[in-house]
């Protein structure tokens, strides 16, 4: 298969602030690209660079072979862009499903009556169907989790953008989450995945990018990135130097 995304020498930042720093790297479609990094690195301002929440100064990004480096960020989620927060951003006076039909309402275009199959399908998918009357604001965390990505996915992307979707949860919780990713991943979705727990990116990643200072250091198989000098160095403060 062909890359969902590649991101072409891509310098970006805040203001006059630079974060990335020709970063370039690419992602197969119907994989999970897993994201670490020290913190600051810049992986949150990638994925605001992929949405277009900031510009880059130079550089391009293609997704689906199509030059997105100056498309708006509303039309890029109807492209097929679809991301989680790192903390949950629910309408808490909504039922779960309420949450998802409007997702899916807003990020198609379709009607509501559409909108609503695609709604119950994902919720299928995502374990929460049982729980669809439920006020959002009243689930516990792995729930809210879970809403998180039924919601992104509510938008139907074709590359979902997860971000520390695993945070904050119990090693039993991160477990349902990974299987939850896995799922995904079988139901064809291509899959970026920014996290901080490495086991969890060892179990579900397909390839692994490490950044640093807003560049890519090393890319490819998970476990042989986890265990490369760089990232022991970089990511867990190893001193490789004795
Ligand atoms: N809105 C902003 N304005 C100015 N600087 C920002 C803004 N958002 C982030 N930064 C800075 O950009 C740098 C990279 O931050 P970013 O959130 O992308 O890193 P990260 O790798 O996602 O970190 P973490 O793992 O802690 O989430 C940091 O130095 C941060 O302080």
């Not at 006059?16 to 479609?29: A, G, H, T, W, Y």
């Not at 301002?45 to 949405?51: G, K, P």
């Not at 409007?102 to 299928?124: C, F, M, N, P, R």
């Not at 989450?177 to 979705?189: F, I, P, S």
Request: charged share 25%; hydrophobic share 40%.
């Amino acid at each position: 298969m062909g890359n969902i995304l590649e991101f072409r020498h891509i310098d970006a930042g805040y203001g006059r602030i630079q974060i990335l720093n020709d970063l370039s790297f690419s992602v197969e479609e119907g994989q999970v690209f897993g994201v670490i990094g020290p913190n600051g690195s810049g992986k949150s301002t990638m994925f605001n660079a992929l949405l277009g929440t900031i510009r880059p100064t130079s550089g391009a990004i293609y997704f689906d072979n199509i030059d997105i480096t100056r498309t708006p960020p509303h039309v890029r989620c109807r492209m097929g862009l679809g991301r989680t927060f790192q903390i949950p951003k629910p309408f808490e006076n909504m039922s779960v499903y309420e949450n998802v039909l409007v997702a899916a309402v807003h990020g198609t275009g379709q009607s509501e009556k559409k909108a609503g199959h695609a709604a119950i399908d994902v919720l299928k998918l995502t374990g929460l169907y049982e729980k669809r009357e439920m006020l959002s604001g009243e689930l516990p965390l792995l729930d809210r989790k879970r809403l998180e990505v039924a919601r992104a996915i509510g938008t139907s992307p074709k590359l979902l953008l997860l971000d520390e979707v695993a945070a904050g949860l119990t090693d039993a919780e991160v477990k349902d989450m990974m299987r939850l990713v896995k799922d995904l991943k079988n139901t064809g979705y291509s899959i970026i995945w920014i996290e901080h727990i490495i086991q969890t990116m060892l179990g579900s990643t397909d390839q692994l990018m490490c950044m640093a200072e807003g560049q890519c250091v090393i890319t490819g198989d998970p476990e042989e990135v986890i265990n490369s000098k760089i990232v022991q160095t970089l990511y867990l403060g190893v001193d490789d130097s004795e």
